[in-house]
């Protein structure tokens, strides 16, 4: 599978646009793009995911580029409560494919937001 | 809908004694996942269920532990006998066949004496 590598920490103004950075320079054409969070001791939540169109949801916007070696997730207006470690992971899209169901977790960037 | 629900919230208990952890999946996801979480190690994928049945266990430590799925709406991890480098924080995860997000529930703190 490809790993993914991200900058170990980022601040961010409250109100400003985060834009988190990930590198996925071996992502294979069947792995898909996605993004957690984990609020400290809570259990980390799912933000969004995507192939190569960029994908916006409620709560963020995902930004993969042409060759989809790297993508960003952008936070648009970031609060307070947006604190959190951000994990990027590439994982095939197939479910028969063994390493479907084996989502690994890196080290993520811890994102801080003040006021 | 209530989520992935994990008890107990906070297990504290003596080397030697076993420790069962529980999960119950939000209805209908047909994935479950057991991940623990330390400092040292992150994240890291134990055993994930399909349709009740264990699909991949490799990340499981060692002998001492165990995962069962005996319906689609309960799981449990237990550990016997438990050791203080079992302490940790474990959380369960449910999901859809298919690309969706995994949900995951709010964790069970382990403190092994």
């Known amino acids: 599978d490809a790993k993914t590598t991200q900058p170990p920490s980022m601040d961010c103004a409250e109100g400003r646009a985060a834009n988190l950075p990930c590198n996925h320079s071996t992502i294979s054409g069947n792995e898909y793009v996605y993004w957690y969070r984990q609020i400290h001791s809570q259990g980390p939540q799912y933000i969004i995911h995507?192939?190569?169109n960029n994908e916006t949801n409620e709560m963020a916007s995902l930004i993969i580029t042409e060759d989809r070696k790297s993508s960003t997730l952008i936070l648009p207006h970031a609060t307070l409560r947006d604190t959190a470690v951000y994990y990027c992971?590439?994982?095939?899209?197939?479910?028969?494919?063994?390493?479907?169901?084996?989502?690994?977790f890196g080290a993520g960037t811890q994102v801080v937001v003040t006021p | 809908d209530a989520g992935v629900i994990q008890s107990p919230r906070h297990e504290v208990t003596e080397m030697g004694q076993e420790v069962t952890l529980r999960c119950k999946p939000i209805?209908?996801?047909?994935?479950l996942f057991w991940y623990r979480q330390t400092m040292m190690r992150g994240l890291e994928l134990l055993i994930y269920f399909n349709n009740n049945v264990p699909i991949d266990d490799s990340g499981m430590p060692e002998d001492r532990f165990s995962a069962k799925m005996p319906n689609a709406s309960f799981s449990t991890l237990k550990i016997q006998p438990s050791e203080p480098r079992d302490s940790a924080v474990y959380f369960c995860?449910?999901?859809?066949?298919?690309?969706?997000?995994?949900?995951f529930g709010s964790g069970t703190r382990l403190t092994v004496v």
């Open positions: 995860a449910s999901s859809l066949t298919g690309n969706y997000g995994y949900t």
């Open positions: 995507g192939l190569k």
């Open positions: 992971i590439v994982r095939p899209g197939g479910v028969t494919t063994d390493s479907w169901g084996k989502l690994q």
């Open positions: 209805s209908g996801h047909d994935y």
